[in-house]
């Protein structure tokens, strides 16, 4: 009569298009909680998961329900010193749970915020919504260079390595069957009427001595009929395509001189992070080359680059002479998306701004995807500011930005990389 | 008793699917010994996470998609993992077949407390209990709630989530008010059906009456005031919205009928909570002691029993810094244990207090108890002063306008009456939701909707709240729509209006 169903095995994820739908409703303020989350956050887990909370009363469910105030009457269980007629002076407000009778739904109002955990990739994409990798379309023509092989049907010439045996026999036996087909069912026919004649005990006359003979010419045809032709061979064809290279090496430029203090390194880190991190989205494999430049430039690991105190003056150029160098050696413009990342407090040998302009209109600017250069200073521009103006003026990839603060990162972030209007 | 010839029952702690359904054959004898009259039952084994899932759809094993069951179910989600609460060990459905859900993680001895708790106990007051065989549908439901789903999503694909989500939100809002409280559906009386072929007899005349209307009426006089529509003031508000919105389209309409059907649905869960729970846990009680008397189950067994019947019956007092009100379990757990022992062991008092069942077969008299009564009528029948004695009960007077509190009544000879009627009126739910009804609409005006609100006891309702609500209903309504409230001096106050539509 009753019947056990295991459903263990069913899947557990009823909810989630309910989770979906509300993370959907709350779009708008999950992604304020995000983004007030990546400045406040280490960054060394800038990609775990996040807990996002909402004000309650956003997401609220009304209903009526009774307010305070009134007469009212409840009974409690459990007294220990009460008599009729007993006077109790009323709490102070908000001590203890109050006028009780709480049966009303109007579930989560003592909670401030609803808190809720999003995973890291609900929390990547709710970060870099809405962005895009700028000139991505128009430079992707440019750096096909990848073939792969993939299938492609079958072909009636071919190397015999690639013969599809069950295609070849499938037409072998439409073939077969179109050739000879006839000729059996004609052959069965004539059988029959002889069997029939001899079992009527006939004896074998010139009729049926010219069906059999018949019988055996059309049977002589049918073993023609090849088992196997040329003509029903089938071969797999592949086909070569070009596919976007899905490399990309990002160029990390910072200056180290003594201007650079630590807070202004971390906020120049946090903006490589979430580059990084936007290019994973896009990318398979990334390298990340670290250059850092005071007077020199220098190709550094990780620690070094963001670690390492060093000071001297500034010369700018130094690091991008030293990019054009690396780029030319180990990562040809035709096979790697090249993009790049610039920070710097803005001071540069004034001298030295010019060339720099010089070196990226004329060499880098033609190979990179994207050059951003940020500028972390609370100071007046200066001369390397404008000359790179002029970069941007006739590079549409080139983009520089201000930052003045932490909370700045993220909105001039999505400033660089916002979608740009089709 | 027989306890050396009866083969034991293995006591686990693990259990498996052979070893359920030899404990699942022992119950379901025992429970047709206590003649519980049930649906077929259909036991599902769920993990915690599916748990969580039919929590979040408020039991309902298929849901539309909303976005407020993802809130719920991040809330269970939450709450679940950071340990502040327990999931229960089942849920059960009012459907026939009737559905529970074990957890997978439950040891055997709580597997068979839950089937004797669920499929047996709750399946039972389902079947009998004369709110739900009146109000619901439990071959339908399954149905229903399938073809709920699929409508909604239709109406996604074709009009949009957003517009879809705007009238379920809507409809949510006011599901409370969704519901004939009073009215029973009923078979169509003589009346019923006289009316209507006063109607299609009518409807003839007006056919014939056509000629007549061209011709000057003299004796008419204008009327004088407009009679209210509705003439009689609405509780289902958004039947009444269904019914009479002018601009709802008809995919709208069939969204807050379903709405409705599924409050309505659920409304008998309301009302019987003390009595579906008390009643539930009375047969685990008594059907697991009945096991361990027959010598089916080990001492080991029955403890674990015992330890978490007394962890759901235990009753916190008012100053317990685990009081949230009255336990149903507890309640209705002492009450038909106390019915039962009135009938077997009727004391002087008992006599007195319940002369037609003292002494009487205690389980006709239970089963007629389970039948008959929602909570409310339930305790002004059979609340005990045993009972009240034993829980301790007194009764409080909250009124804001005195400086104090005062203790009206305790469980002493003279406060039992009260206490009794107190408490009764405690689980009359339309005393705890406001009592908001549709007045009128002005019909040859601006078709400006108006309800009215009566206080119960002069307790006001939440504006905030009610400002929101009132918000929601315009979105249905299409015009303006304002809430009245009946002061104490009988004037009429508006005390919520939405904002105007005109443009």
Known sequence: MAHFIDRRLNGKNKSTVNRQRFMRRYNSQIKKAVSDAVNNRSIQDITSGESVSIPTRDISEPVFHQGKGGKRTIVHPGNDQFITGDKISRPPPGAGSGSGGGEASDSGEGNDDFNFQISKDEYLDLLFEDLELPNLQENQFNSIVEMRTRRAGYTSHGNPGNISIIKSLQNSLARRTALAGGKKRKVKALQQQVDELTNQGEIEGQFVRELKKEIAELKERISKVPFIDTFDLRYNNFEQYAVPNSQAVMFCLMDVSGSMDQPTKDMAKRFYILLYLFLTRTYKTIEVVYIRHHTQAKEVDEHEFFYSQETGGTIVSSALKLMDKIVTDKFPANEWNIYAAQASDGDNWADDSPLCRKLLLDKIMPQVRYFSYIEITNRAHQTLWREYEKVAEEYSQFALQHIRQLEDIYPVFRELFKKQAA | ?503
């Open chain 2, 1 to 503: 008793m027989l306890r050396d010839e009866v083969k034991q029952l293995s006591d686990g702690p693990d259990w498996n699917f052979p070893l359920l359904e030899e404990y699942h054959i022992e119950i379901k004898r025992i429970a047709e010994y206590y003649r519980l009259d049930t649906y077929p039952n259909q036991i599902e084994v769920i993990t915690a996470e599916q748990m969580m899932d039919a929590y979040s759809s408020v039991g309902m094993p298929i849901g539309y998609n909303h976005w407020s069951f993802g809130k719920k179910f991040i809330q269970t989600e939450q709450s679940y993992k950071r340990g502040q609460m327990g999931l229960a060990y089942e849920i059960v459905i009012n459907s026939n077949p009737c559905i529970a859900y074990l957890m997978e993680e439950n040891t055997i001895p709580m597997q068979a407390l839950v089937i004797a708790h669920a499929c047996y106990g709750h399946n039972s007051f389902f079947k009998n209990n004369y709110l739900f065989k009146s109000w619901t549908d439990a071959d339908s439901i399954i149905d229903y709630l399938v073809f709920s789903k699929n409508y909604i999503a239709e109406c996604e694909q074709k009009y949009g989530i957003d517009a879809v989500e705007n009238i379920v939100d809507s409809c949510h809002a006011l599901m409370n008010y969704g519901v004939d409280r009073y009215k029973r559906p009923s078979e169509p009386s003589l009346s019923e059906e006289k009316r209507r072929q006063q109607e299609r007899t009518d409807y003839l005349q007006t056919q014939v009456n056509e000629l007549w209307r061209t011709l000057p009426q003299y004796n008419q006089k204008p009327e004088p005031t407009e009679p209210n529509y509705p003439a009689e003031p609405q509780e289902n508000i958004l039947y009444f919205v269904e019914k009479n919105a002018p601009l709802l389209q008809s995919w709208q309409r069939e969204i807050i009928r379903i709405v409705r059907k599924i409050s309505q649905y659920f409304y008998p869960q309301k009302q019987t909570q003390v009595m579906n729970e008390g009643w539930a846990t009375f047969w685990h009680y008594t059907i697991t002691n009945h096991m361990y008397d027959e010598g089916l189950v080990s001492d080991k067994f029955m403890l674990e029993i015992l330890h978490n019947h007394t962890n759901v019956i235990v009753q916190p007092a008012y100053n317990s810094p685990y009081y949230s009100g009255m336990n149903p379990y507890a309640l209705g757990f002492a009450m038909f244990t106390d019915i039962r022992r009135i009938c077997e062991h009727p004391t002087e008092e008992d006599k007195a207090w319940f002369p037609d069942i003292a002494g009487s077969d205690w389980l006709d008299t239970l089963h007629f108890a389970m039948q008959n009564f929602k909570d409310e009528s339930f305790i002004s029948q059979y609340l005990s002063p045993k009972v009240m004695r034993d829980m301790h009960f007194f009764s409080i007077e909250d009124n804001e306008n005195s400086k104090f509190i005062e203790v009206s009544a305790i469980h002493n000879e003279e406060g039992y009456q009260q206490l009794r009627n107190k408490l009764s009126a405690q689980y009359n739910l339309s005393n705890n939701e406001p009592n908001i009804q549709v007045f009128n609409v002005n019909k040859k005006g601006d078709r400006s909707l108006t309800l009215r609100y009566v206080p119960h006891q002069e307790i006001p309702l939440d504006a905030k709240s009610a400002q929101e609500v009132i918000k929601h209903l315009h979105r249905l309504w299409s015009f303006d729509v304002r809430l009245e409230q009946v002061q104490a001096n009988g004037n009429v106050e508006i005390i919520s209006q939405s904002a105007s539509t005109k443009i």
